[in-house]
């Protein structure tokens, strides 16, 4: 009997490739024989306004150079805001051959809920992650996906639609913040470039826990109802914890921001180069948030405003 290809233990998303130059994972320490333990947790941030989302997963794969590799056994349906504040879920795991890979995940057609109502899934629905994986025989590689709520999730046209952004991170080569915020539902966001990486809403008793993120320099957001917005820059490395970045927001004078555009666009707001939130042109393409008084740069669809928001 031809002894058995040595197989490894797979948890989650991934897709595929030829043998690259680079690797974004590599599974460590390896003997070279036996099996490999894989693991993929799932994780999200909060969504402003909505007490449950629930996202249906279609197909989670890893993609080879002549292999692909279907990680479910059937779809599988994700209460997302319950994943925050370091809890996540479990998605997938299989014993898989070890090899490249990369790993794609495919959301359902239908199936998605907002607080009960229709998420519409009607734009691209596979996230196919960039980094490639090498996982070694007898090595071990847990990574982590960030579904980030609050980037994916928008009320645009009158309706809840969905269009899907998230993370890979291996929790072993990332770091983390965690601190505390005397804001009741205030929400600590990391970005880059004005690009949101990850958000969190803090907890009851004001603290929070981001993470993983990847190594790298970082803006912290802060943003609460009826307070002013807080910035801070910080430098993640590998394996640390950020510890307790502490915030006090002072309260601010609020104003209307509205505007117009196409129904179903996209607006994205912007402070001093930072994303402050994010939202969706209604039925007759008119948008309006509530924000703290000052100026702010807003990008409707394609196109740029500067917009000035003053007190009511």
Same mark, same amino acid.
């Given at each position: 009997?031809?002894?058995?290809?040595?197989?490894?233990?797979?948890t989650?998303l991934?897709?595929?490739?030829?043998e690259?130059?680079?690797?974004g994972?590599? =599974?460590?320490?390896?003997?070279?024989?036996?099996?490999?333990?894989?693991?993929?947790?799932?994780? @999200?941030?909060?969504?402003d306004?909505?007490?449950?989302?629930?996202?249906?997963?279609?197909?989670?794969?890893?993609?080879g150079?002549?292999?692909?590799?279907?990680?479910?056994?059937?779809?599988?349906?994700?209460?997302?805001?319950t994943?925050?504040?370091?809890?996540?879920?479990?998605?997938?795991?299989?014993?898989?051959?070890?090899?490249i890979?990369?790993?794609?995940l495919?959301?359902?057609?239908?199936g998605?809920?907002?607080?009960?109502?229709?998420?519409?899934?009607?734009g691209?629905?596979?996230?196919?992650?960039?980094?490639?994986?090498?996982?070694d025989?007898?090595?071990?590689?847990?990574?982590?996906? @960030?579904?980030n709520?609050?980037?994916s999730?928008?009320?645009a046209?009158?309706?809840?639609?969905?269009?899907p952004?998230?993370?890979?991170?291996?929790?072993?080569?990332a770091?983390?913040?965690?601190?505390?915020?005397?804001?009741?539902?205030?929400? !600590?966001s990391?970005?880059?470039?004005?690009?949101?990486?990850?958000?969190?809403?803090?907890?009851?008793?004001? =603290?929070?826990?981001?993470g993983?993120?990847?190594?790298?320099?970082?803006?912290?957001?802060?943003?609460?109802?009826?307070?002013?917005?807080?910035?801070?820059?910080?430098?993640?490395t @590998?394996?640390?914890?950020?510890?307790r970045?502490?915030?006090?927001?002072?309260?601010?004078?609020?104003?209307?921001?509205?505007? @117009?555009?196409?129904?179903g666009?996209? !607006?994205?707001?912007?402070?001093?180069?930072?994303?402050?939130?994010?939202?969706?042109t209604?039925?007759?393409?008119?948008?309006?948030?509530?924000?703290?008084?000052?100026?702010?740069?807003?990008?409707?669809?394609t196109?740029?405003?500067r917009?000035?928001?003053?007190?009511?």
């Amino acid at each position: 009997m031809r002894p058995r290809a040595p197989l490894l233990l797979l948890t989650i998303l991934l897709a595929a490739c030829s043998e690259p130059d680079f690797y974004g994972f590599t =599974s460590s320490p390896s003997t070279g024989r036996g099996l490999t333990a894989f693991a993929v947790f799932i994780s @999200d941030s909060p969504l402003d306004d909505a007490g449950s989302v629930r996202v249906v997963v279609d197909r989670l794969e890893l993609i080879g150079d002549r292999t692909r590799i279907e990680l479910l056994d059937a779809s599988r349906t994700l209460e997302l805001l319950t994943l925050q504040n370091g809890v996540r879920a479990l998605l997938a795991e299989r014993d898989v051959k070890p090899g490249i890979y990369r790993l794609r995940l495919t959301l359902a057609a239908a199936g998605h809920t907002v607080d009960g109502a229709p998420l519409l899934a009607d734009g691209a629905r596979e996230i196919s992650f960039s980094q490639v994986l090498r996982l070694d025989a007898g090595g071990r590689l847990e990574l982590q996906i @960030d579904l980030n709520a609050r980037m994916s999730v928008i009320h645009a046209g009158g309706a809840w639609r969905l269009r899907p952004a998230a993370t890979l991170v291996d929790p072993s080569r990332a770091g983390f913040v965690e601190g505390f915020v005397d804001a009741p539902g205030a929400t !600590v966001s990391v970005q880059q470039s004005g690009e949101e990486i990850a958000s969190v809403r803090v907890r009851t008793d004001g =603290s929070y826990r981001l993470g993983p993120l990847p190594a790298g320099e970082y803006d912290l957001v802060v943003t609460a109802p009826g307070h002013a917005t807080r910035f801070d820059r910080i430098q993640l490395t @590998d394996g640390d914890v950020f510890g307790r970045r502490a915030f006090h927001l002072d309260g601010a004078a609020f104003g209307r921001l509205d505007g @117009d555009g196409t129904p179903g666009d996209i !607006v994205r707001v912007f402070r001093d180069g930072r994303l402050i939130t994010q939202l969706g042109t209604d039925g007759a393409g008119l948008f309006h948030a509530d924000l703290p008084v000052g100026t702010y740069d807003v990008l409707i669809g394609t196109v740029g405003r500067r917009i000035v928001v003053v007190a009511r």
